[in-house]
């Protein structure tokens, strides 16, 4: 009797799906000119879309119907000759049925006027029976809070598109499952977003291939991978399943048109595999493929590129070694989380900066006229730190490079202590713009065999508390990235070796190496130093950094002589009003005892003139700055703190233009701003 009641209910709750799902339209496959409508219609196999730019429509388009049974009927139509950046509405008729009056918006083209370009990515949204707990419907609610927040009621006419890493059902075995698992979850969004799907191992090959419409825009070997560009990006859908050489080739073929394409700034790949995860440390076939074929040649792009994926169920952040790409797991998408506690079988992988076992989606705002983006990443938390929809990450890249030289500094030892190699940037720029760093130690000024090669990187957010509070651990808090203390037993007294470091940006570039330094390994007595950049200019950032040798514990940094402390920063930023020689002078505290040093530096004038005119104006959305422009300017770099007479030079926003609205601003106290021209 309990077996029937099941029954009855699974056919029940079958049925409602079925009916629930009737006529909701999903849009998939778009471009700036054309977009394909599906939906489930069960009344006959007409296909019809009605369309037009207002709600009396007007146009019309037919297209075609896959049969699954007589009840389940999934219809496609390909609407053509549309205006890029255009508010469509349409709606939906198969025989005696017809859905309501929905709208979308087509992408906007290089030329339209501040073009944004915005995608939404998640993975893993596959339902699991309990007791294992899921979360699908909670994400994509959050989801949709979110956008709502940022962008308003009509917050769906600035989204572009939903890109899927894969496993949109537990089962394929069924029509059911995809209704139930997929369609019917987002159908508040697949109405008026178009959405794009890469096949997890969970997807099957039959049903999930009669739902996509990717035949026009699919590799050789069929649906199971395609291509299409949206505004400046070239998005890329590979299938880790399969894998192969076939696959590889094609995305070679494709990197290699990309390279001379100048209207492509960005390459989005979405595959449903990763290379390494840290949380499911395992090799499989998919994921060497991924790490092996797919990773190298997206490195080989001068263009910087976005790996997203999933299958293993939390979210997780890095960088390739060497190339431009950025690879991010977004398989947090509602499926069960694959938690630290779940196993033992981890590993710390040097290119993942932060793994964090939570519910996840990623918002990418791709600014097509900068020819930058913004990512961030929102996050719900798990069952055990439950979070409400914040943000967890975020990113920026640029498809110009931004790298920073390194100078090598100092490399000194206190008595009975280990040598601390020092370097800095060549150019003054806040130390929060250094995503790693790589120092090198070798006996030749070549580096071809070195003693010590050690690459590090800002953040390691790897594995977390346990119970009670399960906090993310940051393996790498306190790092500093300028500095770096060879191990004991690695070199020898009296002996000559060379060093030299190199940073990476948080835009993913290395700098260039510093030029080797020579030292030779012998104590120095503990004593407060530092340094400082070369020609100081007035009214531009200068940067000090400490040489002291010993453990300083504290920083007491008087730049302008005043007697009175200006920064308690290791390394402080500083900009000169004044003309002349100036009295800088840095007391350190070291186990217990203090030091002083005393510097007299030049600032001379600068080569081009500091703006004039600024006004600050309260705004609706934040602080409105405006100054005149200056000759010679190339930008503008606004720079704020809370105290005027010891500003910290760590915060600031960059402008080309002789005005900035800086957001939300206005709501802080004691804001204080200064312009500086840059050459």
Not at 15 to 38: C, D, G, K, N, R
Not at 307 to 330: E, I
Not at 498 to 506: A, D
Request: charged fraction near 15%; charge should be negative; hydrophobic fraction near 35%.
């Amino acid at each position: 009797m309990k077996y029937w009641i099941v029954v009855y209910f699974c056919l029940f709750s079958i049925f409602l799906y079925a009916q629930s799902i009737e006529m909701m339209p999903y849009l998939q496959t778009p471009t700036a000119t054309s977009i394909y409508v599906s939906w489930f219609g069960s009344s006959s196999n007409q296909s019809v879309v009605q369309y037009g730019t207002t709600t009396s429509l007007g146009y019309s388009a037919s297209g075609s119907v896959v049969s699954f049974n007589s009840s389940t009927k999934w219809h496609s139509v390909k609407l053509l000759n549309l205006a890029p950046n255009t508010l469509y509405y349409y709606q939906c008729i198969t025989g005696s049925q017809s859905s309501s009056i929905c709208n979308f918006k087509t992408p906007p083209i290089l030329s339209t006027p501040d073009a944004h370009l915005r995608i939404l990515f998640i993975g893993d949204t596959q339902y699991e029976d309990p007791p294992v707990i899921t979360n699908v419907g909670g994400v994509v609610s959050a989801m949709q809070s979110k956008m709502n927040e940022l962008y308003g009621y009509d917050w769906k006419q600035n989204i572009n598109l939903i890109a899927h890493s894969g496993d949109i059902v537990e089962w394929a075995g069924s029509t059911d499952s995809f209704i139930g698992e997929y369609f019917l979850p987002f159908r508040q969004l697949s109405s008026s977003i178009p959405s794009m799907v890469a096949r997890g191992n969970h997807d099957g090959d039959s049903y999930y291939y009669d739902f996509m419409q990717t035949s026009e825009i699919a590799g050789p070997e069929g649906k199971h991978y395609y291509s299409f560009d949206l505004g400046n990006t070239r998005f890329i859908f590979l299938d880790s399943n399969l894998g192969g050489d076939t696959q590889s080739n094609w995305l070679n073929t494709k990197l290699t048109e990309i390279e001379s394409n100048d209207n492509i700034d960005f390459v989005f790949v979405v595959t449903h595999h990763f290379g390494h995860s840290e949380i499911e440390a395992v090799t499989t076939p998919e994921s060497n493929w991924v790490q092996n074929e797919v990773i190298p040649s997206l490195d080989q792009l001068s263009k910087p590129s976005l790996l997203f994926y999933g299958h293993t169920h939390c979210y997780a952040r890095g960088t390739s070694p060497n190339g431009r790409t950025k690879m991010v797991c977004d398989g947090g998408g509602g499926a069960d989380l694959d938690r630290w506690s779940d196993s033992t079988n981890h590993f710390d992988y040097p290119e993942i900066h932060i793994t964090a076992d939570y519910w996840t989606y990623t918002l990418v705002d791709i600014n097509i006229a900068d020819h930058s983006y913004q990512a961030t990443t929102y996050t719900l938390g798990n069952h055990d730190v439950p979070l409400d929809n914040v943000e967890l990450d975020s990113w920026t890249q640029s498809a110009a490079s931004e790298s920073y030289n390194a100078l090598s500094l100092s490399a000194k030892a206190p008595p009975n202590g280990n040598i601390t190699l020092v370097s800095t940037m060549q150019d003054a720029v806040s130390l929060y713009d250094i995503m790693s760093s790589e120092f090198q130690v070798s006996t030749s000024t070549q580096f071809t065999t070195n003693l010590l090669d050690s690459s590090r990187n800002w953040v390691d957010f790897y594995e977390d508390s346990g119970t009670p509070d399960y906090q993310l651990n940051n393996m790498n808090a306190g790092i500093d990235l300028k500095r770096l203390e060879i191990p004991s037993g690695l070199i020898h007294s009296g002996q000559t070796y060379y060093w030299r470091v190199r940073y990476r940006s948080e835009n993913a570039d290395w700098g260039n190496w510093s030029s080797p330094q020579s030292f030779t390994y012998s104590s120095s007595p503990v004593s407060a130093d530092f340094t400082y950049q070369s020609n100081i200019m007035a009214n531009s950032l200068t940067w000090f950094n400490d040489l002291s040798v010993g453990d300083p514990d504290s920083w007491l940094w008087d730049l302008n002589g005043d007697g009175i402390v200006d920064s308690r920063s290791r390394d402080p930023l500083w900009i000169f009003n004044t003309l002349g020689l100036h009295n800088v002078t840095l007391t350190v505290s070291i186990n217990g005892q203090t030091y002083s040093k005393t510097r007299q530096v030049m600032v001379n004038p600068s080569l081009i003139n500091s703006p004039a005119n600024i006004h600050i104006t309260q705004v609706s959305n934040g602080v409105k700055i405006s100054w005149s422009s200056v000759a010679g300017a190339t930008s503008y770099r606004v720079y704020y703190f809370t105290d005027p007479n010891h500003p910290s030079y760590s915060n600031w926003f960059d402008s080309t233009a002789t005005q900035l609205t800086i957001s939300n601003s206005s709501g802080i106290s004691s804001r204080f701003y200064q312009v500086v021209a840059r050459q």
